[in-house]
């Protein structure tokens, strides 16, 4: 079965950056069928996809977050990991990783999420 | 970016009732619409992808239909399970949008 846990500090000061892992267990991260992906969502509010990767690195971006957001993979450890620059308050969330199912049309993209991580919290305050 | 619009915000049903939640794309989508469920404290789980396909596990009870720009999530009899938060979503647009999310409640 597979697995995802989302691992990392849960208080971020103002202006610096947030670091988040994703440890993926039950499956390997470097499956040619899957990108690997992040999701957030504010206290009491709703869901923001921050962006996905694939096992070879392609990635993409939510166009409102690219200036600050990289994601990573690191096939060796089986994770992939958010860093998200610059952080402010609007920036605290609780942060979900997950799996989705490549969708192929003229270019690779990423399908909709079908397995997730239990999420972690993360508070930007000084 | 693609608006994504849900309709109600909230609705109150009983165990037993037929249910339906209304998704709306600010442009066309094609079918490449999902639908979560979420509850309070846990991740979202996947019900339907491709705006009709079930997920694999997921009740039958849940149905997804429409196409383009407006989508529905039926559920057929209310379960006391069923009492959580759903969020659509679409796929077709890179800088993928969330709906605002339904939460139905126990009337």
Known sequence: ?126 | DIQMTQSPSTLSASVGDRVTITCRASQSISSWLAWYQQKPGKAPKLLIYKASSLESGVPSRFSGSGSGTEFTLTISSLQPDDFATYYCQQYNFIGYTFGQGTKLEIK
């Open chain 1, 1 to 126: 079965q597979l697995q995802l846990q989302e691992s990392g500090p849960g208080l971020v000061k103002p202006s610096e950056t947030l670091s988040l892992t994703c440890t993926v267990s039950g499956g390997s991260i470097s499956s040619s069928s899957y990108y690997w992906g992040w999701i957030r969502q504010p206290p009491g509010k709703g869901l923001e996809w921050i962006g996905s990767i694939y096992y070879s690195g392609s990635t993409y971006y939510n166009p409102s977050l690219k200036s600050r957001v990289t994601i990573s993979v690191d096939t060796s450890k089986n994770q992939f990991s958010l860093k998200l620059s610059s952080v402010t308050a609007a920036d605290t969330a609780v942060y979900y990783c997950a799996r989705s199912e490549e969708r192929i049309t003229m270019i690779v993209v990423p399908g909709p999420f079908d397995y997730w991580g239990q999420g972690t919290l993360v508070t930007v305050s000084s």
